[in-house]
């Protein structure tokens, strides 16, 4: 596959981020009210920043990973072999096997053939990685191993911006809903931009089009680097 397509997540693995969030939501009323009577302040706006400032910076702490998660994507991202069984591919996704069998059928996973049967080669497991879980969750999983694994044009960065309350209370819904943080729905809108003028950037910015390939030019892009 050329491009990457933006997936549903897996609310399995990322079920239990919905009640932290809403205890983090409880538990930041509590500590804004004590705050307000400690400071002796009555400006309904400054209480209401601090929970809304609390809230965000608790939904994406919550996403810290369960080890079966961590050790699912270091399998993916740092195993050593060119491709796993069908079995072990549905697993390690936390497909079940009816899934697997639809997505097999359906084309959206692609299988190798060699004398011992079919195997699902590890680009296309990385792929489906991609879809399932956001890249900073992959990089966290990954550790320090991310810099040998994930390309430069592939690992996050922070990025500061300003924008409306209502664009923020959007994104902080698609969240909630899809079980992910923030910097991952927003990923996911932007790769829906990115594989729509996908030639037009492709042209102006060096390494886009390698980046928006990947992991198919795994190879390629690790070695450019």
């Known amino acids: 596959m050329t491009l990457r397509k933006a997936g549903s ?5 990322l079920s239990y981020i919905a009640a932290l969030s809403q205890l983090a939501q409880a538990f930041a009323e509590q500590f804004a009210g004590a705050l307000a009577r400690l400071l002796h302040r009555d400006d309904p706006l400054t209480i209401d920043l601090i929970v809304y400032r609390f809230i965000s910076i608790s939904r994406e702490a919550d996403t810290m990973l369960e080890s079966d998660i961590i050790d699912r994507i270091r399998h993916i991202f740092l195993h050593p072999r060119p491709h796993v069984s069908i079995s072990q591919a549905t697993g390690l996704l936390g497909w079940t ?10 084309g959206d996973v692609e299988l190798i053939t060699t004398p011992l049967g079919k195997w699902c080669p590890r680009p296309e497991m990385m792929s489906k990685a991609l879809e399932i879980w956001p890249v900073d969750v992959i990089e966290e999983a990954l550790g320090a191993d991310a810099d040998r694994v994930l390309p430069q044009a592939i690992r996050t960065k922070e990025l500061r911006v300003r924008l409306p309350r209502h664009h923020v209370d959007m994104l902080e819904y698609r969240a909630e809903q899809r079980k992910t943080t923030v910097s991952g729905v927003l990923a996911r809108e932007l790769d829906g931009i990115a594989s729509a003028h996908a030639e037009e950037l492709s042209a102006v910015l060096p390494g886009f089009a390698a980046a928006m390939a990947w992991p198919d030019a795994t190879t390629t892009m690790v070695e450019a680097r």
């Open 97 to 106: 096997r009816r899934q697997m069998l639809d997505a097999i059928d359906a």
């Open 9 to 13: 997540f897996c609310e399995n693995d």
